[in-house]
Nanobody, 124 residues
Framework: QVQLVESGGGLVQPGGSLRLSCAAS????????MGWYRQAPGKQRDLVAT???????NYADSVKGRFTISRDNAKNTVYLQMNSLKPEDTAVYYC??????????????????WGQGTLVTVAS
């Protein structure tokens, strides 16, 4: 029903900047929260940043001061502005969303969806 489409990944030099975008589409009542996670080879998927519908944000210590998460509720889109990139930031970045849908009996329930991921490579 709901899909996340990510864009913006690529190759960038250390110290450079990159902006990731993630747009949600499909049938939903609302999106409660969206976020970005990343996974390097041989590592677990870790939280990078999240943002609620009310604008409350949370960042991993490793990206504080360098990355900024934002969202456009009207477009159901979340962004991740990445500045001062380091080789250690190299990973596949995944978009995540928790959203609410209406069920057959007339109530609602919350579901989670993941994007396919976009590769960010920081190297000279």
């Amino acid at each position: 029903q709901v899909q996340l489409v990510e864009s913006g990944g690529g190759l960038v030099q250390p110290g450079g900047s990159l902006r990731l975008s993630c747009a949600a589409s499909g049938s939903m009542l609302s999106i409660n929260a969206m976020g970005w996670y990343r996974q390097a080879p041989g590592k677990q998927r870790d939280l990078v940043a999240t943002i609620t519908s009310g604008g409350l944000t949370n960042y991993a210590d490793s990206v504080k001061g360098r990355f900024t998460i934002s969202r456009d509720n009207a477009k159901n889109t979340v962004y991740l502005q990445m500045n001062s990139l380091k080789p250690e930031d190299t990973a596949v970045y995944y978009c995540n969303a928790i959203y609410t849908v209406r069920v057959t009996w007339g109530g609602t329930r919350s579901l989670e969806v993941w994007g396919q991921g976009t590769l960010v490579t920081v190297a000279s």
